[in-house]
């Protein structure tokens, strides 16, 4: 143990560190890599994240009938619940999100035909 004199603030503080032997530090796990994003089917509405959180509850499911203003996806960002509406009357054609995930703003959810 090395004993040091720290100043903070004009308070002076006394510490002891341990200088530690032998094996290095282990290197943090990387990250692990974001799943490439699906491609839409063309001429769908694209539903997209519109704000970085995680997907709490999928509401619908593929080949469902929505209207404009039905709840599609939960979506819990900053401690709040965000509900994810559909933006126009169709059908699920493919949904890209499921419970649990963590999405980034812009994250295609789902697209509705």
């Known amino acids: 143990?090395?004993?040091y004199r720290v100043t903070v603030n004009g308070t002076a503080y006394e510490i002891e560190l341990e200088e530690l032997?032998?094996?290095?530090?282990a290197a943090p796990a990387a990250a692990?890599?974001?799943?490439?994003?699906?491609?839409a089917p063309a001429g769908g509405e694209q539903v997209t994240s519109p704000m970085p959180g995680t997907i709490l509850d999928v509401k619908v499911s593929q080949g469902a009938a929505v209207k404009k203003g039905d709840v599609l996806m939960i979506l819990e960002a900053m401690k709040m619940e965000n509900e994810i509406m559909c933006p126009c009357d169709g059908k699920v054609a493919s949904?890209?999100?499921?419970k649990g995930t963590?999405?980034?703003?812009?994250?295609?959810l789902c697209v509705i035909q």
Not at 21 to 25: D, I, L, N, S
Not at 32 to 39: F, T
Not at 95 to 98: G, K
């Open 32 to 39: 692990p890599a974001p799943a490439p994003a699906a491609a």
């Open 1 to 3: 143990m090395k004993k």
């Open 102 to 108: 963590a999405v980034e703003s812009g994250t295609l």
């Open 21 to 25: 032997t032998g094996a290095a530090p």
């Open 95 to 98: 949904i890209h999100a499921s």
